[in-house]
């Protein structure tokens, strides 16, 4: 394929983790499908992006850097991946906003956005009853930088 000359704004090849590899591997130890942080792999933007299918019950969110926050807003998305009926989540998610006594869990089982406001910290997120792959998405603005506050 002929490149562009807009070749630098493209990358072909987003999609990485355990669908590209001979056998799938814990939630905990695969990269997102898609990840996009500012400095890969688009040298320069200033998106944060994050896709991830969720295939079985899991936690994710539970290491040192959890529960965070940035100085970035950050959207949260899940979306059901039955085309018949997009609403049903095809799981139950449990995710945690706050900390101390503000610390609060959002429950769902269908798709939904959540809106995480810079300084808000969030996780872990938990997966429940998960019967068939689930999309999750991760986007925010940032100076192209992710870094992590606890």
């Known amino acids: ?5 807009y070749e630098k704004y493209v990358c072909r ?5 355990p ?6 591997v814990p939630f905990e130890t695969q990269p997102p499908l898609i990840f996009s ?3 890969e792999p688009i040298k320069g933007a200033n998106q944060f992006v994050e896709v991830i299918w969720i295939w079985a019950p899991c936690v994710s969110g539970t290491g040192p850097n959890s529960p965070h926050y940035h ?21 139950e998610v449990e995710f945690w906003l706050g900390t101390g006594a503000d610390r609060d869990k ?4 269908t798709s939904t956005l959540v809106l995480v406001p810079k300084g808000l910290h969030h996780l872990p997120i938990e997966y429940k009853k998960v019967t068939r792959p689930v999309v999750h998405m991760t986007i ?3 100076s192209g930088e992710h870094k992590l506050y606890t």
């Open 71 to 91: 100085t970035f807003d950050e959207m949260f998305i899940w979306v059901g991946s039955d085309p018949k009926n997009p609403n049903d989540l095809g799981a």
């Open 1 to 5: 394929m002929a490149e562009s000359r």
């Open 106 to 109: 959002v429950t769902f089982n």
């Open 37 to 39: 942080n500012g400095n």
């Open 140 to 142: 925010g603005i940032n």
């Open 13 to 17: 090849h987003p999609l990485q983790g």
């Open 19 to 24: 669908f590209f590899q001979e056998k799938l």
